[in-house]
């Protein structure tokens, strides 16, 4: 079954946290796609932040234990201010409307590949989620009424 591959396995579990951070990053992607500077100040300053930022929120959420840390949370505290400092650098003075871009084409094809990917999300997920333990009682329960 296509379920057990790993990246499909993922995104059948999901939750809605991390699909509102996947749509971070397809806005993100797009943006940069869109307005793209080779500029090397940007990427080095950006990475600084990254570093210190990131630093300080892994302290933040850091606990006092000797388990394991979770890596993809790791890597999203350095992440986010990575792509919040080379975001802001590379729309400054585009026109930008908050995060939206100033061409309406741009701003759609955003929301569109966000739409489309919770859209993808949410059908593979109901397609491939096994049911839950309390529908499954629930399907034997209205079953035994026939």
């Not at 986010?80 to 802001?88: D, I, K, L």
């Not at 084409?105 to 049911?131: D, H, M, Q, T």
């Amino acid at each position: 079954m296509l379920v057990n591959y790993f990246p499909l396995n993922y995104f059948v579990r999901l939750k809605t946290g991390k699909i509102i951070l996947w749509c971070y990053l397809i806005w993100y992607l797009v943006t940069l796609y869109n307005y793209f500077d080779p500029n090397l100040a940007i990427w080095l300053n950006s990475l600084g932040i990254s570093a210190v930022i990131g630093f300080a929120l892994l302290l933040s959420v850091g606990n006092n234990e000797a388990g394991p840390q979770d890596r993809w949370q790791t890597f999203r505290l350095f992440m986010m201010p990575f792509g919040v400092s080379s975001f802001s650098s590379l729309i400054k003075g585009h026109g930008f409307i908050l995060i939206a871009p100033p061409v309406l084409a741009e701003f759609v094809f955003s929301v569109g590949s966000c739409f489309a990917f919770v859209a993808c999300v949410y059908l593979y997920i109901k397609a491939y989620r096994p049911l839950q333990p309390h529908l499954l009682m629930a399907c034997v329960f209205l079953d035994m009424g026939h």
